[in-house]
Protein backbone atom coordinates (compact mmCIF):
# COMPACT_ATOMS: atom_id res chain seq x y z
CA UNK A 1 0.00 0.00 0.00
CA UNK A 2 1.36 3.60 -0.63
CA UNK A 3 0.07 6.67 0.71
CA UNK A 4 -1.61 6.66 4.08
CA UNK A 5 -2.85 4.01 6.24
CA UNK A 6 -5.63 4.62 8.76
CA UNK A 7 -6.12 2.78 11.91
CA UNK A 8 -7.99 3.04 14.57
CA UNK A 9 -7.75 1.71 18.20
CA UNK A 10 -11.13 -0.09 19.27
CA UNK A 11 -9.87 -0.71 23.22
CA UNK A 12 -7.55 0.69 25.60
CA UNK A 13 -8.07 -2.00 28.00
CA UNK A 14 -10.55 -5.50 28.49
CA UNK A 15 -13.55 -3.74 29.96
CA UNK A 16 -13.07 -0.92 27.71
CA UNK A 17 -16.76 0.33 25.32
CA UNK A 18 -17.17 -1.53 22.71
CA UNK A 19 -19.46 1.01 20.54
CA UNK A 20 -16.84 3.02 19.89
CA UNK A 21 -15.13 0.92 17.84
CA UNK A 22 -18.25 -0.32 16.31
CA UNK A 23 -18.19 3.17 15.15
CA UNK A 24 -14.93 3.37 14.14
CA UNK A 25 -15.49 -0.02 12.37
CA UNK A 26 -18.83 1.28 10.18
CA UNK A 27 -17.69 5.33 9.33
CA UNK A 28 -13.72 4.91 10.32
CA UNK A 29 -12.80 4.08 6.61
CA UNK A 30 -9.96 2.11 8.20
CA UNK A 31 -7.39 0.01 7.05
CA UNK A 32 -7.02 -1.93 10.19
CA UNK A 33 -8.23 -1.48 13.95
CA UNK A 34 -6.05 -2.65 16.80
CA UNK A 35 -7.78 -3.71 20.22
CA UNK A 36 -5.31 -3.46 23.29
CA UNK A 37 -7.01 -5.32 26.26
CA UNK A 38 -4.12 -6.93 28.13
CA UNK A 39 -2.97 -5.09 31.68
CA UNK A 40 -0.36 -6.40 33.32
CA UNK A 41 -1.55 -8.92 35.92
CA UNK A 42 -4.72 -9.95 33.05
CA UNK A 43 -2.70 -12.89 31.37
CA UNK A 44 -1.69 -14.61 35.05
CA UNK A 45 -5.24 -14.86 36.12
CA UNK A 46 -6.21 -16.00 32.30
CA UNK A 47 -3.60 -18.86 32.88
CA UNK A 48 -5.48 -19.42 36.13
CA UNK A 49 -8.80 -20.14 33.57
CA UNK A 50 -7.20 -22.09 31.30
CA UNK A 51 -5.85 -24.34 33.49
CA UNK A 52 -9.31 -25.31 34.69
CA UNK A 53 -10.91 -25.05 31.10
CA UNK A 54 -8.67 -25.77 28.28
CA UNK A 55 -10.71 -23.89 25.61
CA UNK A 56 -10.69 -20.66 28.01
CA UNK A 57 -8.00 -18.13 29.08
CA UNK A 58 -9.13 -15.36 26.14
CA UNK A 59 -10.44 -12.27 27.16
CA UNK A 60 -13.74 -12.61 28.63
CA UNK A 61 -15.24 -9.67 25.66
CA UNK A 62 -14.02 -11.32 22.92
CA UNK A 63 -17.55 -12.63 21.89
CA UNK A 64 -19.17 -9.47 22.91
CA UNK A 65 -16.71 -6.97 21.14
CA UNK A 66 -17.22 -9.91 17.44
CA UNK A 67 -20.38 -9.69 17.44
CA UNK A 68 -21.05 -6.31 17.56
CA UNK A 69 -17.50 -5.24 15.64
CA UNK A 70 -17.19 -7.77 12.92
CA UNK A 71 -20.12 -7.35 10.76
CA UNK A 72 -19.24 -4.06 10.00
CA UNK A 73 -15.36 -4.33 9.76
CA UNK A 74 -15.66 -7.24 7.16
CA UNK A 75 -18.20 -5.23 5.17
CA UNK A 76 -15.54 -2.23 5.01
CA UNK A 77 -12.59 -4.78 4.73
CA UNK A 78 -11.05 -3.86 8.15
CA UNK A 79 -8.63 -6.16 8.98
CA UNK A 80 -7.98 -6.42 12.78
CA UNK A 81 -4.96 -6.79 15.49
CA UNK A 82 -5.72 -7.68 19.18
CA UNK A 83 -3.95 -9.18 22.14
CA UNK A 84 -7.36 -10.64 23.09
CA UNK A 85 -5.87 -14.21 22.92
CA UNK A 86 -4.45 -13.47 26.80
CA UNK A 87 -3.04 -16.94 27.74
CA UNK A 88 -5.19 -19.06 25.21
CA UNK A 89 -4.64 -17.57 21.54
CA UNK A 90 -5.11 -20.63 19.67
CA UNK A 91 -8.62 -21.26 21.40
CA UNK A 92 -9.43 -17.58 20.73
CA UNK A 93 -9.05 -17.92 17.18
CA UNK A 94 -11.06 -20.83 17.29
CA UNK A 95 -13.50 -18.80 19.34
CA UNK A 96 -13.45 -16.12 16.68
CA UNK A 97 -14.10 -18.38 13.60
CA UNK A 98 -17.07 -20.04 15.49
CA UNK A 99 -18.59 -16.25 15.68
CA UNK A 100 -17.87 -15.41 12.27
CA UNK A 101 -19.90 -18.58 11.46
CA UNK A 102 -22.59 -17.64 13.57
CA UNK A 103 -22.85 -14.31 11.87
CA UNK A 104 -22.75 -15.84 8.65
CA UNK A 105 -19.37 -13.97 7.72
CA UNK A 106 -16.96 -16.17 5.18
CA UNK A 107 -13.98 -15.82 3.65
CA UNK A 108 -12.16 -15.29 7.00
CA UNK A 109 -8.58 -15.71 7.74
CA UNK A 110 -7.60 -15.49 11.62
CA UNK A 111 -3.99 -15.72 12.88
CA UNK A 112 -2.99 -17.04 16.17
CA UNK A 113 0.33 -16.22 17.41
CA UNK A 114 1.95 -18.12 20.06
CA UNK A 115 5.00 -18.33 21.65
CA UNK A 116 5.04 -15.42 24.39
CA UNK A 117 4.68 -18.30 27.25
CA UNK A 118 8.00 -18.81 28.45
CA UNK A 119 6.96 -20.44 31.51
CA UNK A 120 9.06 -23.46 31.53
CA UNK A 121 12.13 -21.72 31.17
CA UNK A 122 11.46 -19.46 33.95
CA UNK A 123 10.79 -22.22 36.75
CA UNK A 124 13.75 -22.94 37.09
CA UNK A 125 15.51 -19.45 36.51
CA UNK A 126 17.25 -17.18 39.62
CA UNK A 127 14.52 -15.02 39.05
CA UNK A 128 12.22 -17.18 40.00
CA UNK A 129 14.08 -18.85 43.33
CA UNK A 130 12.49 -16.91 45.47
CA UNK A 131 8.79 -17.94 44.13
CA UNK A 132 9.09 -20.59 41.89
CA UNK A 133 6.75 -22.62 43.66
CA UNK A 134 4.08 -19.78 43.36
CA UNK A 135 4.97 -18.78 40.04
CA UNK A 136 1.24 -18.59 37.59
CA UNK A 137 2.77 -17.34 34.36
CA UNK A 138 5.62 -15.71 32.47
CA UNK A 139 5.19 -14.36 28.85
CA UNK A 140 7.63 -12.20 26.96
CA UNK A 141 6.78 -9.41 25.13
CA UNK A 142 6.31 -10.19 21.06
CA UNK A 143 7.40 -7.41 18.90
CA UNK A 144 6.20 -7.18 16.03
CA UNK A 145 7.47 -9.49 13.36
CA UNK A 146 5.13 -12.29 14.05
CA UNK A 147 1.99 -10.50 13.74
CA UNK A 148 3.72 -8.80 10.29
CA UNK A 149 4.36 -12.11 8.97
CA UNK A 150 0.57 -13.22 9.68
CA UNK A 151 -0.11 -10.39 7.76
CA UNK A 152 1.98 -11.34 4.71
CA UNK A 153 -0.05 -14.83 4.46
CA UNK A 154 -3.05 -12.98 4.30
CA UNK A 155 -4.57 -12.74 8.11
CA UNK A 156 -7.74 -10.67 8.22
CA UNK A 157 -7.80 -11.23 11.55
CA UNK A 158 -5.04 -11.32 14.39
CA UNK A 159 -4.70 -12.68 17.97
CA UNK A 160 -1.75 -12.56 20.06
CA UNK A 161 -1.14 -13.40 23.48
CA UNK A 162 1.07 -11.04 25.21
CA UNK A 163 2.51 -8.66 22.73
CA UNK A 164 4.19 -5.04 23.63
CA UNK A 165 1.24 -2.62 23.06
CA UNK A 166 2.81 0.10 20.67
CA UNK A 167 3.95 -3.17 18.31
CA UNK A 168 0.24 -4.31 17.98
CA UNK A 169 0.51 -0.78 15.71
CA UNK A 170 3.63 -0.71 14.59
CA UNK A 171 2.98 -4.18 12.90
CA UNK A 172 0.45 -3.00 9.98
CA UNK A 173 2.56 0.26 9.52
CA UNK A 174 6.05 -2.66 8.95
CA UNK A 175 3.55 -4.42 6.39
CA UNK A 176 1.17 -2.27 4.60
CA UNK A 177 4.79 0.78 4.14
CA UNK A 178 7.28 -1.80 3.07
CA UNK A 179 9.67 -0.71 6.74
CA UNK A 180 12.15 -2.77 7.02
CA UNK A 181 13.13 -4.29 10.29
CA UNK A 182 16.09 -2.55 11.17
CA UNK A 183 14.89 0.95 10.09
CA UNK A 184 15.34 2.14 13.88
CA UNK A 185 14.13 5.98 12.60
CA UNK A 186 10.96 4.97 10.80
CA UNK A 187 10.09 2.24 13.81
CA UNK A 188 10.97 4.50 16.43
CA UNK A 189 8.05 7.00 14.78
CA UNK A 190 6.10 4.06 14.46
CA UNK A 191 6.12 3.18 18.07
CA UNK A 192 5.57 6.99 18.64
CA UNK A 193 1.84 6.25 17.32
CA UNK A 194 1.18 3.33 19.01
CA UNK A 195 1.69 4.52 21.97
CA UNK A 196 -0.69 7.49 21.38
CA UNK A 197 -3.20 4.90 20.37
CA UNK A 198 -2.69 1.84 22.77
CA UNK A 199 -4.86 3.39 25.72
CA UNK A 200 -7.69 3.98 22.88
CA UNK A 201 -10.02 7.30 24.49
CA UNK A 202 -7.11 9.03 26.62
CA UNK A 203 -5.63 10.37 23.66
CA UNK A 204 -9.24 11.97 22.69
CA UNK A 205 -10.11 13.37 26.02
CA UNK A 206 -10.17 10.45 28.75
CA UNK A 207 -8.71 10.62 31.55
CA UNK A 208 -8.22 14.21 30.60
CA UNK A 209 -10.93 16.11 31.54
CA UNK A 210 -11.06 18.44 35.13
CA UNK A 211 -13.81 20.94 34.67
CA UNK A 212 -12.67 24.58 35.14
CA UNK A 213 -9.20 23.82 33.74
CA UNK A 214 -9.49 21.18 30.72
CA UNK A 215 -12.87 21.04 29.49
CA UNK A 216 -13.73 17.85 27.15
CA UNK A 217 -17.13 17.69 24.70
CA UNK A 218 -19.42 14.81 25.54
CA UNK A 219 -17.67 12.30 27.45
CA UNK A 220 -20.41 10.15 27.68
CA UNK A 221 -19.81 9.60 23.72
CA UNK A 222 -16.13 9.65 23.79
CA UNK A 223 -14.89 8.70 20.14
CA UNK A 224 -11.87 6.43 19.83
CA UNK A 225 -8.96 7.68 17.89
CA UNK A 226 -7.69 7.42 14.10
CA UNK A 227 -4.33 7.69 13.10
CA UNK A 228 -3.17 8.41 9.49
CA UNK A 229 0.02 7.84 8.94
CA UNK A 230 2.27 7.96 6.04
CA UNK A 231 5.26 6.23 5.16
CA UNK A 232 7.93 8.23 6.23
CA UNK A 233 6.20 7.91 10.23
CA UNK A 234 4.53 11.61 10.79
CA UNK A 235 0.80 10.77 11.16
CA UNK A 236 -2.32 12.82 11.97
CA UNK A 237 -4.39 12.26 15.24
CA UNK A 238 -7.94 12.54 14.73
CA UNK A 239 -11.34 11.27 15.53
CA UNK A 240 -15.06 10.68 13.96
CA UNK A 241 -16.59 14.32 13.60
CA UNK A 242 -19.43 13.18 15.44
CA UNK A 243 -18.44 10.99 18.47
CA UNK A 244 -17.80 13.23 21.96
CA UNK A 245 -14.39 14.06 23.16
CA UNK A 246 -11.45 16.14 21.68
CA UNK A 247 -8.33 15.84 19.31
CA UNK A 248 -5.54 18.61 21.05
CA UNK A 249 -1.99 19.09 21.26
CA UNK A 250 -2.35 18.97 25.21
CA UNK A 251 -4.72 15.52 24.65
CA UNK A 252 -1.33 14.30 22.97
CA UNK A 253 1.24 15.35 25.30
CA UNK A 254 -0.71 14.09 28.21
CA UNK A 255 -0.85 10.78 26.69
CA UNK A 256 2.94 11.02 24.75
CA UNK A 257 4.09 11.57 28.79
CA UNK A 258 1.72 8.02 30.01
CA UNK A 259 3.96 5.85 31.47
CA UNK A 260 7.32 7.04 30.17
CA UNK A 261 10.17 7.16 32.00
CA UNK A 262 12.84 7.82 29.85
CA UNK A 263 11.70 9.68 26.91
CA UNK A 264 15.00 9.31 24.67
CA UNK A 265 15.07 5.28 25.91
CA UNK A 266 11.54 3.77 25.36
CA UNK A 267 12.58 0.36 25.07
CA UNK A 268 10.25 -2.17 23.16
CA UNK A 269 11.10 -5.12 21.27
CA UNK A 270 11.27 -3.90 18.07
CA UNK A 271 13.22 -0.42 18.86
CA UNK A 272 14.77 1.82 21.45
CA UNK A 273 12.17 4.26 20.68
CA UNK A 274 13.24 8.54 21.12
CA UNK A 275 10.37 10.19 22.02
CA UNK A 276 12.34 13.68 22.69
CA UNK A 277 11.92 15.39 19.57
CA UNK A 278 8.40 14.70 18.59
CA UNK A 279 6.27 17.50 18.02
CA UNK A 280 2.92 18.42 18.01
CA UNK A 281 0.95 20.63 15.89
CA UNK A 282 -2.92 21.23 16.00
CA UNK A 283 -3.91 21.01 12.62
CA UNK A 284 -8.04 21.54 12.77
CA UNK A 285 -10.73 20.55 14.82
CA UNK A 286 -9.65 17.48 16.28
CA UNK A 287 -6.50 16.94 14.12
CA UNK A 288 -3.11 16.51 15.56
CA UNK A 289 -0.11 16.31 13.36
CA UNK A 290 2.62 13.86 14.94
CA UNK A 291 6.40 14.54 13.44
CA UNK A 292 9.50 13.86 14.65
CA UNK A 293 10.68 10.92 16.61
CA UNK A 294 13.03 8.65 15.96
CA UNK A 295 14.88 5.18 16.85
CA UNK A 296 18.28 3.15 17.51
CA UNK A 297 18.72 -0.44 17.55
CA UNK A 298 16.68 -3.31 19.49
CA UNK A 299 17.38 -4.87 22.58
CA UNK A 300 18.97 -7.73 22.31
CA UNK A 301 16.53 -9.14 25.34
CA UNK A 302 12.63 -8.94 25.90
CA UNK A 303 10.76 -8.25 28.90
CA UNK A 304 9.14 -10.55 30.52
CA UNK A 305 6.33 -10.28 33.20
CA UNK A 306 6.34 -13.09 35.49
CA UNK A 307 3.11 -13.81 37.48
CA UNK A 308 2.67 -15.46 41.32
CA UNK A 309 0.81 -15.87 43.93
CA UNK A 310 0.38 -13.29 46.14
CA UNK A 311 -1.62 -14.21 48.98
CA UNK A 312 -5.40 -12.99 49.34
CA UNK A 313 -6.50 -9.63 50.13
CA UNK A 314 -9.83 -8.61 51.88
CA UNK A 315 -11.48 -6.06 53.70
CA UNK A 316 -14.82 -4.71 55.78
CA UNK A 317 -16.79 -1.68 54.86
CA UNK A 318 -19.53 -0.55 57.48
CA UNK A 319 -21.23 3.03 57.41
CA UNK A 320 -22.44 5.52 60.13
CA UNK A 321 -24.41 8.41 59.59
CA UNK A 322 -26.01 11.55 61.10
CA UNK A 323 -24.44 13.77 63.85
CA UNK A 324 -21.08 12.03 65.28
CA UNK A 325 -20.58 10.23 62.12
CA UNK A 326 -16.88 10.59 62.04
CA UNK A 327 -16.50 10.08 65.81
CA UNK A 328 -18.01 6.91 65.47
CA UNK A 329 -16.25 5.81 62.62
CA UNK A 330 -13.41 6.36 64.21
CA UNK A 331 -14.42 4.31 67.24
CA UNK A 332 -14.96 0.97 64.67
CA UNK A 333 -11.21 1.81 62.93
CA UNK A 334 -10.12 1.40 66.70
CA UNK A 335 -12.14 -1.19 67.81
CA UNK A 336 -11.02 -3.62 64.32
CA UNK A 337 -7.56 -2.44 64.85
CA UNK A 338 -7.09 -3.45 68.32
CA UNK A 339 -9.09 -6.59 67.77
CA UNK A 340 -6.16 -7.41 64.97
CA UNK A 341 -3.14 -6.38 66.38
CA UNK A 342 -2.84 -9.46 68.79
CA UNK A 343 -2.50 -11.25 65.16
CA UNK A 344 -0.51 -8.54 63.36
CA UNK A 345 2.50 -10.91 62.32
CA UNK A 346 -0.48 -12.69 60.18
CA UNK A 347 -0.58 -9.68 57.98
CA UNK A 348 1.34 -8.28 55.16
CA UNK A 349 0.07 -5.05 55.48
CA UNK A 350 -3.23 -3.20 56.86
CA UNK A 351 -4.89 -0.10 56.42
CA UNK A 352 -7.57 1.63 58.29
CA UNK A 353 -10.00 4.38 56.85
CA UNK A 354 -12.40 6.87 56.29
CA UNK A 355 -13.99 6.37 52.97
CA UNK A 356 -14.50 10.28 51.78
CA UNK A 357 -12.76 12.05 54.64
CA UNK A 358 -9.11 10.58 55.05
CA UNK A 359 -8.64 7.48 52.27
CA UNK A 360 -6.49 9.48 50.16
CA UNK A 361 -4.78 12.47 52.38
CA UNK A 362 -4.29 10.42 56.16
CA UNK A 363 -5.45 13.22 58.74
CA UNK A 364 -6.43 15.90 56.18
CA UNK A 365 -9.59 16.36 57.60
CA UNK A 366 -9.07 17.68 60.89
CA UNK A 367 -12.21 20.49 60.90
CA UNK A 368 -15.62 19.60 59.49
CA UNK A 369 -18.26 16.97 59.77
CA UNK A 370 -19.76 15.25 57.24
CA UNK A 371 -22.55 13.59 58.13
CA UNK A 372 -22.05 10.34 56.81
CA UNK A 373 -18.53 8.33 56.66
CA UNK A 374 -17.97 5.09 55.50
CA UNK A 375 -15.45 2.97 57.88
CA UNK A 376 -13.27 0.97 55.55
CA UNK A 377 -10.58 -1.62 56.93
CA UNK A 378 -8.21 -3.50 54.26
CA UNK A 379 -5.68 -6.09 54.33
CA UNK A 380 -3.12 -8.80 52.91
CA UNK A 381 -2.60 -12.15 53.81
CA UNK A 382 -0.34 -15.03 52.71
CA UNK A 383 -3.37 -16.93 54.98
CA UNK A 384 -6.91 -17.18 53.20
CA UNK A 385 -8.29 -17.40 57.05
CA UNK A 386 -6.15 -14.66 58.32
CA UNK A 387 -7.14 -12.71 55.61
CA UNK A 388 -11.21 -13.61 55.78
CA UNK A 389 -10.98 -12.32 59.34
CA UNK A 390 -10.37 -8.92 58.22
CA UNK A 391 -14.20 -8.47 57.28
CA UNK A 392 -15.44 -10.92 60.01
CA UNK A 393 -14.18 -8.01 62.36
CA UNK A 394 -15.72 -5.57 60.68
CA UNK A 395 -19.08 -7.23 60.37
CA UNK A 396 -19.07 -7.52 64.25
CA UNK A 397 -19.74 -4.20 64.60
CA UNK A 398 -23.24 -4.36 64.05
CA UNK A 399 -23.61 -5.45 67.73
CA UNK A 400 -20.35 -4.90 69.07
CA UNK A 401 -19.18 -1.30 67.77
CA UNK A 402 -20.79 2.14 67.95
CA UNK A 403 -24.33 2.94 67.20
CA UNK A 404 -26.08 3.20 64.08
CA UNK A 405 -23.56 1.14 61.64
CA UNK A 406 -25.24 -0.21 58.47
CA UNK A 407 -24.22 -2.19 55.14
CA UNK A 408 -21.31 -3.66 56.13
CA UNK A 409 -19.66 -5.85 53.21
CA UNK A 410 -16.66 -8.02 53.03
CA UNK A 411 -14.71 -9.54 50.13
CA UNK A 412 -11.45 -11.79 49.52
CA UNK A 413 -9.35 -12.02 46.66
CA UNK A 414 -6.67 -14.16 45.91
CA UNK A 415 -3.68 -11.21 44.30
CA UNK A 416 -1.16 -11.76 41.58
CA UNK A 417 1.89 -10.17 41.96
CA UNK A 418 3.88 -9.11 39.35
CA UNK A 419 8.28 -9.36 38.42
CA UNK A 420 9.69 -7.84 35.16
CA UNK A 421 12.51 -9.88 34.07
CA UNK A 422 14.30 -10.44 30.51
CA UNK A 423 14.81 -13.57 28.37
CA UNK A 424 17.31 -13.77 25.36
CA UNK A 425 15.10 -12.62 21.96
CA UNK A 426 17.26 -16.25 20.73
CA UNK A 427 14.94 -18.46 23.34
CA UNK A 428 11.70 -17.04 22.66
CA UNK A 429 10.36 -18.72 19.54
CA UNK A 430 6.66 -17.67 17.77
CA UNK A 431 4.13 -19.52 15.73
CA UNK A 432 1.44 -18.46 13.91
CA UNK A 433 -2.09 -21.34 13.97
CA UNK A 434 -4.69 -20.53 11.18
CA UNK A 435 -8.31 -20.80 11.31
CA UNK A 436 -10.52 -20.29 8.11
CA UNK A 437 -13.92 -19.81 7.95
CA UNK A 438 -15.15 -20.55 4.13
Not at 158 to 184: I, K, M
Not at 188 to 211: N, S, W
Amino acid sequence: MNGIVRIGAGAGFSGDRIEPAVALAAHGNLDYLVFECLAERTIAHAVRERRQNPDAGFDPYLEERWEAVLPAARANRVRIITNMGAANPIAAARHTARVARRLGLGSLRIAAVTGDDVLASFVSSPVAAAISSRMISANAYLGCEPIVAALKQGADIVLTGRAADPSLFVAPLVHELDWALDDWERLGRGTVIGHLLECAGQVTGGYFADPGYKEVHALATLGFPIAEVSADGSACITKLAQSGGGVSVATCTEQLLYELHDPSRYLTPDVIADFSGVRFTQRGPDRVSVEGGSGRERPPTLKVSVGYEEGYAAEGQISYAGPGAVARGRLALAIVRERLHERAGEFLDLRFELIGVDSVFPGSSASGAPSEVRARVAGRSLSLSSAQRIGREVEALYTNGPAGGGGATQSVRAVVGIESATIAREQVQTQIHWETVP
